[in-house]
């Protein structure tokens, strides 16, 4: 069977503080056509933060497996490399980290204006939301990028 590990390690990964099992890489902020594109690293065997998608996303699992929690921490769903969701605003809170290795996952946030993500705490109630701005902060903190867009 082939290896079927995403290569990675031209990918400038960060760090939010307070997240030790989650890296992720901006690509593209569009605020003219409310779209936020970024890679996303979930530690295996972990689980982030309870959250909520405010914003249409896409995903599309480039290794591993995305396995999502119920707030209570029961087993939601697993997506396997290669799947491809189209997910909805305002859907279920849930958790979400890898499964026996490192997950990677492109998320494409759509429809962005201001907040895409809520982190929730214990009663299910905002404690921290992550925006729009968040991404372009993280963006020009990045760097020149080492890509470009296409002519």
Same mark, same amino acid.
């Given at each position: ?34 779209? $936020? ?26 290794? =591993? ?15 396997? $490399? =290669? ?14 980290? =890898?499964?026996?290795?490192? $997950?990677? $996952? ?46």
């Amino acid at each position: 069977m082939p290896d079927n590990k995403f290569d990675d390690s031209n990918i400038p990964w960060r760090q939010l503080e307070g997240f030790d099992d989650l890296w992720f890489y901006v690509y593209n902020v569009d605020r003219k056509n409310g779209i $936020v594109d970024a890679i996303f690293k979930f530690r295996a065997q972990s689980k982030i933060m309870l959250h909520q998608h405010k914003v249409p996303y896409i995903t599309l699992v480039l290794q =591993g497996e995305l396995r999502f929690y119920k707030p209570n921490g029961d087993m939601k769903e697993i997506r396997p $490399v =290669g799947s491809y969701v189209v997910g909805v605003a305002n859907g279920d809170p849930h958790l979400e980290g =890898g499964g026996d290795e490192d $997950v990677i $996952v492109f998320f494409s946030f759509r429809n962005a204006e201001d907040v895409l993500f809520v982190f929730l705490d214990d009663n299910l109630q905002p404690a921290l939301p992550f925006g729009v701005a968040d991404f372009e902060e993280q963006l020009k903190a990045q760097g020149p990028a080492k890509w470009q867009k296409a002519a």
